[in-house]
């Protein structure tokens, strides 16, 4: 945080930081820095927050608070986010707590962070709670809870809780940017699960992030969700693009040799139209018969991702499950956005109204894609990023 108005004593403007001291019990330490993050000193009076009871503890998310004149913290404290409110980031009350009777409590609750958004001119509050377990397709994920906050207290809207930010398996423990220029809402999330984090067979990484995501509200047509689709920025990646006709499938179709020279890394932009289909896939594949599949099940209103031809899958018995399912609210046509790098595939749906994202590892490049009908697909473009 920025402290401009020097509320702790340390300088105006002085950068505060909040962190976890992780020993026998958890507890919440501050440092500061006098230029601009150059260099950090450890507050002398660490800790500043402390709980003997909870065993996990940890995950503070701080900003300051304009209506209440405070500074508010969102804290993990086991199934359960705690908030706490300070004058001056030294000396931290609770004033509430949320958590019990809603949302997933499959495993640890973790990371969580409290924002605004604007949905038609209202502004509505947004708590982030990563989980592990408990992901909608097991190991971790990140639910989330739209409704109203007061300074002291958040109240969850009535929702079909719980609502995930991505229904892939590889997007964890995200949180965003307070501040950010144009007041945008930015988020960058782990991408990876840590049902098999340990054991991917990378060579000089074993984790990446996610491409940075601007979040909204949005209707899908049942309900508000959280929009997270990619940032504008990432168009200035693309380096060519390679636009193809438009397509009515009635069995199969495939378009082969996507780029020239395919090095891993392209987004696909397509738009679906179902028509009067129960059912309809698409799939990337490549010459060694490694597929990445999509099923767009509009009977039974679900997108199912399929990974486990994709290419190296046996490296954990958790990462080539049969399918990755996330909710499909039946429409008459979706807009897609396939970014494809190496090792990852980030798919979304209706400009981010639906987010699936996984990371996979073929032995080399997919460059064809593969339709199964009924679909009219239109507007297909390939780019090349760079």
Known sequence: MID???TAGFGTNAMVAIYTSAAERQTQSIAY?????????RYQGNPVLTDADILDFRDPK???????????MSLATSQTITFYVSANLKEWEKVSEFGEGIGDHGGVWECPDLFTLTYN????WVLFVSINPGGPNGGSATQYFIGNFNGKTFKADELPYPLWLDYGRDNYAGVTWNNAPDNRRILIGWMNNWDYARDVPTVNFKSANTLPRELGLAHNGKHLVISNPPVKEVIGLRSESKKMQDIQVETTYTL???????DGAYEVEMTLEAGRAESFSFALGNRMKEELKYTFNLKDEELLANRTKSGLTDFNKKFAMEVIKAPLVRKNAYKIRLFIDNASSELFVNDGQLVSTNIIFPTEPYNALTFEGPVKVKNITIHKIK
Do not use: A, C, P, Y
Request: no cysteine; proline share 0%; hydrophobic share 25%.
């Open 121 to 124: 001119g209202q502004t509505k």
């Open 62 to 72: 701080v900003f300051w608070h304009e209506d209440s004149q405070k500074w508010i």
């Open 256 to 262: 082969d040799r996507l780029l020239n020279k395919n």
């Open 33 to 41: 820095s006098l230029d601009n993050g150059q260099t950090f000193s």
């Open 4 to 6: 401009k108005d020097n």
